[in-house]
Structures are given as C-alpha cells and as structure tokens.
C-alpha cells in the first residue's frame, strides 16, 4: 500500500507536531507513507472566498503531486472535503464554459484516494486500537467539514475510546459549530468569537483536560480562546493522542 500524506498547509505552517504524529502513527501500523515535496495548498482559502478560477491550478497541481498513490491521507477535515466535495463542483463549473476539461480528470482522480485521518484508519485498515496510550480525560470536538461533508460520524470516538488510560467525556452541543470557518472568522470576527466562546464554555464545563478534535484550524481558534481565558484546557489534535504510546507518550 503507497500512501502520501496531505499535511495541509496550517498543519505546516503553524503545527508540524500534527504532521509528525501523524507519519509516525501510520509507520507504527505498518503503512509506507511518502510526503509529496511539491504539495501545496488544496485552494479551499480561494474557493471560499469567491476567487473560483484561482483555485483551478491548485486543483491541477494537486492532481499531479499526488497522481500514483493508493491512498492520499490528511489530518484535516475541512481539507478532505474540499477535495471531495468541492473539486467536482469546480470541474463541472469549468466543463460548463468549455474550459479547463483537465479539471475534471484531476477531480476524478483525487476524490476516490482523498481520506481523513480518522476515516482511512477505520474504513481502510479496519483498525480502531490503534496501540495508543493517553492518561487524561478527554473531550472531543467534531468539526463541521468532519461531521457534514464527510461523515465521519463516530469514528473518531471510537478510535478515542480505545485508547489506553484515556477517560471520553461527552461535550454538550458538541454537533455545534466553533465559529471559525475559515474567511467567515476574518469576516465576522464578534460572532465567531462569540461562538467560539460558548464551545470553551461548554467544554470546560466537562472538566476534561484536553479538547481534541480532527482539525486544527478549528481547534487554532478555540486554542486561542482557551488562552486568553487561561483555561485549564488545552486544545490537541487526534492524531497526536492516537500517536502517543506508553514508550513514546505525548506531553
């Protein structure tokens, strides 16, 4: 099996600890993983704001960094389903005015490969313990791309669940969004602070160590809530707790 990963460019940017979990967890389970060096961004920042005919080359480009892999994976929702649900829209948007009829190859391509983390380890190696070892009470996140677009439903919980030492505790209105949104927290900066305020307070209020969640640029802003608050919570990606084991614990 020849797997690339799709680190995503907030994980490489601002958390690479998320992209290094990531290798070494898929290496532990047995999984050849290579990281396409020419990847860049999937376009989902374009798109989103409207800017559709410069997402096309980012569209392409994708279709050529990651052309002859089995499996592309990413520790990103929002960016697996922009792939997945978006590519196709911007290739049949492209065939319509008689152009760009390459899109459509690289969409039909990359969609059937693309998985989130928590999926292709459920789905595709059919493992849900995956040997991790975690001591702390735990509270998940299920961010809007992951639980919408994607539906990955309860995987994650139920890869969370099998970990060693780790106590799941329920997030009231966890289905609720954290206010992010991409563009929508530049756009409308007081109701996605006021949205992610009330996701801080509904998981602190399960006393949980750690807020966890399957992308980081949701969890980036409830981080930054909970820092400003000086919560006793800290906000960590899943694949850093499904990385961590009793030889090699996170801390």
């Known amino acids: 099996m020849r797997v690339a990963l799709f680190v995503t460019c907030v994980n490489d940017a601002v958390y690479p600890t998320t992209g290094i979990a990531t290798v070494k967890l898929l290496e532990r389970l047995g999984v050849e993983v290579d990281f396409p060096a020419g990847q860049t961004c999937c376009g989902q920042p374009q798109f989103n704001t409207g800017y559709r005919h410069e997402t096309e080359p980012l569209v392409r480009r994708m279709g050529r960094v990651f052309e002859g892999y089995d499996h592309i994976v990413t520790p990103s929702g929002s960016c697996a389903a922009m792939v997945r649900d978006n590519y196709p829209r911007i290739a049949r948007r492209a065939a319509a005015q008689r152009r760009g009829a390459d899109l459509a190859e690289a969409a039909e391509s990359l969609v059937p490969r693309m998985y989130e983390l928590t999926e292709f380890l459920v789905d595709v190696l059919g493992m849900t313990d995956v040997g991790a070892y975690f001591p702390h009470t735990v509270t998940y996140h299920p961010s809007c791309h992951g639980l919408r677009l994607l539906g990955l ?63 980081n640029s949701c969890l980036m802003h409830i981080g930054g809530i909970l820092h400003r608050q000086d919560a006793p919570l800290r906000a960590l990606h899943i694949a850093e707790i499904l990385g961590s084991t009793e030889a090699e614990p996170h801390v």
């Open 153 to 215: 439903g309860d995987r994650p919980r139920r890869l969370l669940e099998a970990v060693k030492g780790l106590e799941l505790r329920e997030l009231p209105g966890a289905e609720e969004c954290c206010g992010f949104g991409g563009t929508f927290a530049v756009k409308n900066p007081d109701v996605s602070a006021a949205m992610g305020t009330d996701k801080v307070r509904n998981a602190a209020a399960t006393g949980a160590e750690v807020l966890c969640g399957a992308d």
